[in-house]
């Protein structure tokens, strides 16, 4: 520019003109001088700023997502060919009719007006409802609260009652880490970020207690036992092992002696209110209608005690014999449980909640959340990276699972419901909740399966090693087969090819553990039960419209389509480890894996043809001669 600074624009704005000819004296003599020509912005000016530059960040995301949406489009569009059918939308993407796309956006309305309002009433000045007024200046010990469902349990509590006075977690010391370190770590995870955000000062108020539930007293010092007796007023006893093969003595240990220690240790609080103990569903598998009662437990709380203490060796060999009808160490144990809880606990404000097979999180604090990988998990997962290729299943049965998040929230009220309906002295049953899909909300494997197969296509992993295709059955015999020509086979000729090039054999020694993994599920894919809930609904109608908002566990009310669509989601990102940004890369990795297990498929069946005419031949040949 050749404007002379004596004709600049500066020198004729008020704001400016005194400050701009002092600057222009000190160039004329060849001066340096620092000076702030407009002088300090405003505070309107300043906010007016900010909201300009989060209008501009507004819309450069919602460019961004524009340029991806398009992105991706272009993609699919350009993998759209005969040999690659997972993109071809005649077969696995579904259009939607303006009547589905209403029904589909009117739900993802009320889902985000649902979690709007949760915001209002867990934020700010709103008013507290009945339950957060309950849980308000209460101090809570919780045992499990590293595991998948105590985590959860953990974050509710942090996030959506912020009033609590403290949450005392029994934590144990492992891999050299003592419990403060363990404890921080946790409450740095990414399930943690929105408690954060909504109570930042609530990480103040865990406080973890060194303690085992396999030791006497739970390995707690009289210290802390002191404090807690002093001051807990809610127990929420989460803890226990779920490897459902876990040797018996580590079982019993955990998951009976543990509760009975906790018990004992709740008849010391003096100021206690509520005890919930969390069983299973599937602790009285004997029967084929669970009710919400106590049955007959395989064994007495001191038999078993006197059995854990035998050699492990001798355990294993009459094992079969001890669990009998009982399935495996976990449901027995926790069957054993729940009688240590009905004897100790009498007259005590204790009830038990009894969930099925706790899957990923529905809606809290964010969809599709998950680090366990047991049960229907490991299933999905050994599908969706084409390790799995058969299972023994009935598709036809109910497989009765419910969300982690809606476990939680049921838990948490059924604390509440306790000490509500608790009377002094009490002698009567103690309240217990089977907190299942089945009896209001029933999904079959085969709709289950169906879904998650349906989701995720869309969304395959870049870790896949081959192809989706998964071939069930309910015939064990045929099992054996296809698991000998699908897994078997396969696993023996890579472990060849890899001893010709020097490497390790891997594939028989992994797939061997799949199995493992996979018997574990056999029990519960094959067979079906009807429980009763009569105590689920009857607590749900007792809450109030806020905290329906704020706890829900309305099981009716769930959407196995919508709960799908995000599990195999949360697995891909949480389980699998594999971030969104290889999505691109993984569909075309996808498509070539269709390709070659296309190419297999065909070039197995002229084999199996050749060689059925080579068998046939001589007969033929008998015939038409």
Request: with cysteine; glycine share 6%; net charge negative.
């Amino acid at each position: 520019m050749n404007q002379s600074l004596i004709e600049s624009p500066l020198l004729n704005t008020d704001l400016t003109k005194s400050k701009m000819e002092r600057w222009v004296e000190a160039q004329a003599k060849g001066e340096k001088i620092d000076i702030n020509v407009y002088g300090k912005a405003s505070e309107k000016q300043l906010k007016e700023l900010e909201n300009v530059r989060n209008l501009n960040k507004e819309l450069q995301d919602q460019l961004r997502d524009l340029e991806n949406t398009v992105r991706i489009a272009a993609i699919e569009n350009e993998a759209m060919n005969p040999a690659a059918e997972i993109l071809d939308s005649s077969e696995d993407h579904e259009f939607m009719s303006a009547n589905q796309l209403d029904d589909l956006y009117a739900e993802e309305d009320v889902a985000e007006a649902k979690e709007e309002e949760k915001r209002r009433l867990t934020k700010g000045n709103a008013s507290k409802t009945v339950i957060q007024q309950f849980y308000k200046d209460q101090c809570v010990l919780v045992t499990g609260g590293t595991g998948f469902l105590g985590k959860v349990l953990l974050e509710k509590l942090l996030r959506s009652c912020g009033d609590v006075d403290t949450i005392y977690v029994l934590i144990r010391s492992k891999k050299g880490k003592d419990p403060r370190v363990r404890l921080h770590e946790m409450l740095d995870d990414l399930l943690f970020f929105r408690a954060h955000e909504e109570n930042p000062k609530g990480i103040h108020k865990v406080i973890p207690i060194d303690g085992d539930m396999a030791l006497p007293g739970l390995g707690i010092s009289e210290e802390d036992r002191k404090t807690i007796t002093s001051k807990i007023t809610i127990i929420i006893n989460a803890a226990a092992t779920v490897k459902f093969d876990e040797k018996l003595s580590i079982s019993t240990a955990i998951n009976v002696k543990g509760t009975k220690e906790v018990i004992k240790l709740a008849k010391e609080c003096r100021n206690l209110k509520a005890i919930t103990h969390v069983s299973t569903a599937f602790s009285n598998t004997h029967v084929d209608y669970i009710e919400e009662k106590f049955y007959e437990p395989p064994m007495s709380v001191e038999a078993l005690k006197a059995v854990s203490e035998l050699d492990d060796d001798l355990i294993d060999a009459i094992l079969p014999t001890v669990l009998g009808n009982r399935p495996n160490t976990y449901c027995f144990t926790k069957a054993i449980a729940e009688e240590a809880v009905r004897k100790d606990g009498e007259g005590m404000p204790i009830c038990i909640v009894r969930p099925s097979i706790v899957l990923s999180t529905y809606e809290e604090p964010f969809r599709g959340w998950t680090d366990s990988i047991y049960g229907p998990t490991g299933l999905i997962i050994g599908t969706g990276t084409g390790v799995l290729r058969t299972m023994y299943i009935d598709m036809n049965k109910v497989a009765d699972m419910v969300p982690v998040d809606l476990t939680v929230n049921a838990i948490l009220a059924s604390a509440w419901y306790t000490a509500k309906n608790f009377k002094e002295n009490q002698t009567s049953d103690i309240p217990i909740y089977n907190f299942v899909s089945g009896a209001q909300n029933p999904c079959t494997w085969g709709t289950f399966v169906e879904l998650n197969r349906k989701y995720g296509l869309d969304i395959p992993t870049i870790k896949a090693v081959w192809y989706y295709g998964l071939t069930a059955t309910n015939n064990y015999y045929m099992f054996l087969f296809y698991n000998f020509f699908l897994h078997y086979i396969p696993a023996l000729l890579i472990d060849a090819y890899n001893v010709l090039r020097g490497r390790q054999r891997v594939m028989l020694k992994f797939y061997s553990k799949i199995m493992k993994m996979t018997k574990i599920l056999f029990y519960f894919s094959t067979q079906q039960w009807k429980f009763n809930d009569e105590g689920v609904k009857n607590m749900w109608n007792a809450l109030s419209e806020e905290d329906k908002v704020v706890f829900p566990f309305s099981i009716g009310e769930m959407s196995w389509d919508r709960l799908c669509e995000k599990f195999l989601l949360g697995l891909r990102v949480y389980i699998v480890k594999d971030d969104l940004s290889t999505l691109p890369e993984a569909r075309k990795r996808w498509n070539r894996l269709f390709v070659f297990h296309q190419m297999l498929k065909f070039g197995t069946f002229l084999i199996l043809v050749t060689f059925t005419y080579l068998l046939l031949k001589p007969i033929i040949s008998v015939f038409f001669s």
